[in-house]
């Protein structure tokens, strides 16, 4: 698979780490109601979609980013490539 | 149908015109005592034992394919019981145990070879490591033993002891374990299943489940409603397909794992041997080819394909391992999808709705399971408890922090 870096343009999958589901990005506040459930939720349950899947690649072998990519699980086809930093919070 | 020495002979001289298939393509009924979601490994082996130990017959198998479609045709087919955790080890022991009468229980030969396990060790605290985890085989009533390097030229001359970067310096022994045929396994207990008047509907998609006041009575499937009074789903890489119909989210994500053929060559590998400095293991099947594999991708998968860097380095483990095998041609790979959950542990347990059963996130384990696995699925559709071995393999160990976690590497499943 090649990774369409939006700084560094296409590179090998094999340069990322995999770190899954993009839920990750939102992590609950430990303050708020039913946060126990939350963190459950956060930590361990996943959608784990057969089609578009948000996720995060963590560039380990270039420039240390984080991206976040919209992929098809069944093709292995990446939609789309974006900076995690600019996705936060969105 | 019985198979015996003689009737294999009779046949011969007849022209091999007397077998008959070994189960009924039949029509589903309206309404079952259990259905259970998915005629994998695991489903079929839920079945017999459901018919066979707790004498419950009324039962369909319902299968999206056809019967053994699933991991159970596209794994690398060993079997073994070492494992270190307290909560693990005993239930994949009762599976050896299991896979020991499998044959004779199933009048069926599936061709389980106790040709023995050996893991390597490639470093002092290796092997410390090791001899914990041997401990903890014999200490749950299985068999092990640690060979040094002398031990290990004789058995496995081939290996490359002398290694720079990862020297050998011995391996952790399992004799009873060994490689099992692992299609004929699915056929063994279709065949006896179905003899015991369990139907095996092939071709048959469970699309949605019926629910009615927070219990299930039955699934909505591509040959019609089938009713039933508990309903065990247990699809493996599927499983956050069929369980998010309903809205439920697993702890689990789903991973393509590659496994790989060679060329037949002659009988050189004597059991199964796995490699301590990277992922890598290989048994020689009994057509002469060397089967191996090694990690996960390590991205979330359904395609039952996987790409060429993990190729490139699970051949890289085997040639620091045994470089002969560089001469070796590959002759196939292919990829299954695995149920990878959150701790590297599998769950088998009831869910919040009542009378839907779960059984799962066996990741890239469940072979070796499919004997215990489909008996403590058999005990809790059965007596709605669980089984003594499997009493931890429960949902609610995530939120009660008692993860079951061989490898120690936290919720991210690609590491288990």
């Known amino acids: ?90 | 149908m019985k198979y015996s020495g003689f009737k294999v002979l009779w046949e011969g001289l007849k022209g091999n015109t007397g077998w008959k298939p070994l189960w009924r393509k039949p029509d589903p009924k309206k309404n079952y005592d259990i259905i259970i979601v998915g005629g994998g490994g695991h489903g079929l082996a839920t079945a017999y034992y459901l018919a066979e130990k707790f004498k419950i017959t009324n039962i369909a198998v319902v299968e999206k394919g056809w019967l053994g479609s699933g991991n159970i045709g596209r794994n690398t087919t060993i079997i073994r019981s070492n494992y270190l955790l307290p909560q693990n080890q005993p239930f994949y022991e009762f599976s050896l145990k299991l896979w020991e009468n499998l044959e004779q229980e199933l009048n069926y030969n599936s061709m389980v070879s106790q040709r023995g396990v050996l893991n390597i060790f490639h470093s002092d605290s290796q092997r410390d490591a090791f001899v914990r985890r041997g401990n903890a085989m014999l200490m749950s009533g299985a068999d092990a033993s640690l060979l040094g390097v002398d031990a290990l030229k004789k058995l496995v001359p081939f290996l490359d002891f002398q290694n720079s970067r990862f020297p050998i310096k011995g391996g952790l022994w399992q004799p009873r374990g060994g490689t099992v045929r692992h299609d004929a396994v699915a056929w063994g207990y279709a065949k006896e299943a179905d003899s015991r008047g369990v139907d095996i509907i092939e071709n048959c998609e469970v699309t949605n489940f019926l629910i009615k006041n927070g219990r299930c009575y039955g699934v909505e499937t591509t040959k019609g409603v089938i009713k039933s009074k508990k309903v065990g789903v247990c699809v493996a890489g599927s499983s956050s397909q069929v369980m998010g119909k309903i809205g439920i989210n697993l702890p689990i994500e789903s991973h393509v794992l590659q496994a790989f053929v060679s060329e037949g060559l002659k009988p050189v590998i004597p059991g199964v041997i796995t490699f301590g400095a990277g992922h890598f293991y290989v048994s020689q099947s009994n057509k002469g080819g060397l089967v191996f594999g090694g990690d996960i991708d390590g991205y979330n998968s359904y395609a039952q394909r996987g790409n060429l860097p993990v190729i490139e380095d699970v051949c890289e483990g085997g040639v620091a391992l045994m470089p002969m095998i560089g001469r070796a041609r590959l002759l196939r790979t292919w990829g299954g999808i695995m149920d990878m959950s959150m701790d590297g542990s599998p769950i088998i347990d009831k869910t919040k709705i009542r009378n839907l059963y779960f059984n799962g996130g066996w990741c890239y384990g469940g072979f070796k399971a499919t004997p215990a696995s489909g008996f403590c699925y058999a005990h809790l559709l059965a007596t709605d408890k669980p089984h003594n071995d499997a009493k931890d393999f429960l949902f609610n160990r995530f939120e009660r922090g008692r993860l079951i976690d061989e490898k120690g590497q936290g919720n991210q499943p690609n590491l288990h």
């Open chain 1, 1 to 90: 698979m090649l990774i369409d870096h939006p700084l560094l343009g296409p590179r090998d999958a094999s340069e990322f780490i995999y770190m899954g589901d993009a839920k990750l990005l939102n992590r609950p506040n430990w303050k708020s109601q039913n946060s126990k459930t939350k963190f459950l939720d956060y930590g361990y349950l996943r959608k784990n979609p057969a089609g578009v899947h948000k996720e995060l690649w963590y560039h380990e072998q270039g420039d240390r980013s984080w991206l976040l990519v919209t992929r098809n699980t069944v093709t292995h086809e990446i939609l789309k490539v974006e900076l995690a930093r600019d996705t936060k919070g969105k």
